[in-house]
């Protein structure tokens, strides 16, 4: 020993990382990664096949964390034999973790009932088995380094691969390889892992053979998954679908499927129906015309939501519109909706009109940046399952609304069905008239939805258009009449205010919409 070293009272070895220790840290950054992202898929998919709710991401994500400290606990009585623990503990996690989007998509498909069960029971499972693999490597790692050094590297490794993980999975891996082959990818990351440390610890394995075919048969497994991955979607797409699909993908924000059937075509967005060809016409003639030709001479219109283009079609049938503003948060729906030939064939390439700018972002707040007054504002946002869009029908929204409506102008909103949302649609209309707008609510039946609702909202009170345009495939001046006019089980009732601090909608929808049989 030196005299610096005998100084600082260390020895070679405590002077600097030793490559194994180094090699442990890196598997520590990729089991943080791999874990985080087995916990955001199922929380992704609970969200597309339960609704896009609250209650889904945090029940996964308080089961997730729980079973980790299950798993914690039980690393206490792992004693002997460290690496070979750890190297199966990382194939279990692996195959499982790894599986579990794929099985969750078949479960939905050919075993809906039992897919709350199947979600649950693997979170419980992958996070037991992660909760393990941290406690496994401090202790291997304890062996060679100070506890507070340890905690630090253990903990700064960790929170790194969570980083990077939660920033891909939005941006890169859900759009780019969809949830299926991103789950796979990282459970063969997990079996990397485990490769790694049948290197490292390979004289410290009992039975060396028998680990090099697990982590072999592990890597095939999930290596056929990859390559398999397109297969086993649309195995599990065609079976729910039932129609065949046309196209599919995932974005950052929700899954896009449309399938062909001898109907048409019918576009799904994270597996609930959002259009059918065979009567889209009648939702989006009634949603469009009553506001449009109640105006008379509608100049600028805005549209916020609808990134199908089918409201913009609508809206463009009037010669004295001059701009369109089509607000749409997803540039996936926009992007497929005007290029691809069957989707602009739909629309009659509505999204391609020079007349026609497309901004993708976020509704509400495009309308506290935005300057400009509109006409005719046509809101055709998705319905309000969960707190992100029940902001959009929040007495907020609708005072921003209120400031973008000339004061001649008429804005409608897509309000779900009177007849099983009744409260819901009631709320919209009590909502929009706490701002100060005069609200006129109708209603509409489209066979692929039922009865369903809308509501005009304006500085003036409505007034019936002397006509309609021609080109109308259901809407006629006698038909809009009577589409203001409520039976006795749409009638209003007393209904509470939509806030941003209450959010009552989103509740009162999920109870309403829960009692119906899909």
Known sequence: ?????????????????????????????????????????????????????????????????????IGSWL???????????????????????????????????????????????????????????IPLVMRILKRNASLKDLVSKVLTFDYLGALAVSLAFPIVLVPKLGLVRTGLLFGFMNAAIAVWALVLFKHELRNLRAHVWACALVLLALGGGIAGADQLTNLADDHFYQDRIVLSSSSPYQRIVVTQGRQGARLYLNGNLQFAQSDEYRYHEALVHPAMAAHGAPKRVAVLGGGDGMAVREVLKYP??????????????????????????????????????????DAFHWLQESKDSFDVIVVDFPDPTNFAIGKLFTNSFYSLLDKRLAASGYAVVQTTSPLIARHSFWTVVQTIESVGLTAKPYHAHVPSFGEW???????????????????????????MRLMFDFPLDMARVPAEVNRLSNQVLVNTYEREWGKVEH
Not at 84 to 107: I, N, S
Not at 327 to 353: I, Y
Not at 453 to 479: C, I
């Open 1 to 69: 020993m030196t005299s610096t070293q005998a100084e600082q009272g260390g020895t070679p070895q405590e002077l600097g990382p030793r490559p194994i220790d180094v090699a442990l840290l890196a598997s520590v950054f990729v089991i943080a990664a791999c874990g985080l992202l087995y916990e955001l898929a199922a929380g992704a998919l609970a969200s597309y096949l339960l609704g896009d709710s609250v209650l889904q991401f945090s029940t996964i994500i308080g089961t997730y964390l729980f079973a980790m400290g």
């Open 453 to 479: 609702g809308f509501v005009l909202a304006s500085h003036r009170p409505w007034r019936e258009p002397p006509s309609l345009p021609e080109g109308m495939r259901y809407l006629t001046m006698p038909t």
């Open 320 to 361: 004295s519109v001059e701009a369109v503003t089509l607000v749409e948060l997803d540039p996936a729906m926009t992007d497929l909706f005007r290029s691809n030939a069957m989707m602009t064939a739909l629309n009659g390439n509505a999204l391609n009109d020079p007349r026609v700018s497309i901004v993708n972002t």
């Open 75 to 133: 690393s206490r009585y792992f004693e002997d034999q460290l690496p070979a623990h750890f190297l199966r503990v990382e194939l279990m996690v692996a195959l499982v973790g790894g599986a579990l989007p794929a099985v969750l998509f078949l479960a939905n498909a050919y075993a809906p009932g039992a897919f709350r069960f199947l979600l649950y029971g693997m979170v419980l499972v992958v996070g037991t088995l992660v909760g393990l693999e």
